[in-house]
């Protein structure tokens, strides 16, 4: 409770709440929300502006531009929360072991972890998608599994494995900085004098004690996750049309009206608005979660 009341007193943070509880609520009610399919295609009503039938218009093939973003947030909630989860998986375990342990197991994570940084991130995740996509659909289609090609499930995948087996690099950093400051702490020295076991140690005396930088780090990383799988999108190379992404959405509908329907750009702008919402409302939820579990903040 004390949390919400430093939340609520915050009025970006409560913003970017609110802003990321009506996305996750429109990912997980897609299918009521949306008053149409989001591939549903209807030429008599294209390229319409608002009305009653259609809030947000329509594109050249027909299809409601409100289904298609409210489809788009469920797309980018799943992508959000899969590459958290491979973030937490590879970030947490491999950045503990080598704040505890040190020695060889420290350099040999670190130098991985150097390898990632040593690009621009979201060069090295577009080289990555570009890399492994068609590999991923080569060995598919060879296998003979083309109904999973078509179906556009693998386009998830790819995305998925590139942001996050390029994203779990800062999280591991940051959390062997927190092991190192913690392990050589009263408590920690204490419970391995009694013989408690070393993934004990770790798990209940060290981790719990670091779990507030990585609440923040990860609250504020989910922005930039939504972001990249837009940008992979908008350039071809992660979730591909129909399949709904606010980045497909945006390079489809900036790719045929920029110039030939100069007066329909404001279906351009739509998407590109709720990403840029998205974007910053997980900044300002994180800042504001940040000063919110900050013990020296009263």
Known sequence: MQLA???????????GALVILMVAL???????LAPYAYDQQNLNAARQAPSPAHWLGTDDLGRDMLSRVIWGAR??????????????????PLGAAAGYWGGWVD??????VDVLFAFPGLLFVFLVAATLKPGILNWAKAIGLNDLVRSGYLDYAVVIIALGGVGWGGLARM???????????????GARALGVPTWRVIARHILPNAITPIIVALSMG???????????????IGLQPP???????????????????????WLVFIPGLVLAAVVFAFNFFGDGLNEALNPEIE
Request: proline fraction near 5%; aromatic fraction near 10%.
């Open 107 to 112: 350099t040999l994570i670190m130098r991985v």
């Open 5 to 15: 009341g430093r939340i609520a007193r915050n009025p970006p943070a409560l913003l």
């Open 243 to 265: 399949a709904p992404s606010w980045g497909n959405i945006l390079a489809d509908n900036a790719g045929r009206y920029w110039r030939t329907f100069p007066q329909m750009i």
């Open 175 to 189: 959390v062997r900085g927190q092991v190192l400051m913690l392990k050589e702490r009263e408590f920690v020295i």
């Open 222 to 236: 989910m922005g930039d996750i939504a972001l990249s799988e837009g940008y992979l999108s908008f350039l071809g």
């Open 26 to 32: 429109m990912a997980i009610f897609a299918p009521a």
């Open 75 to 92: 797309s980018a909630v799943f992508v959000i929360v899969m590459v958290t989860i491979i973030d937490l998986a590879l970030g947490l």
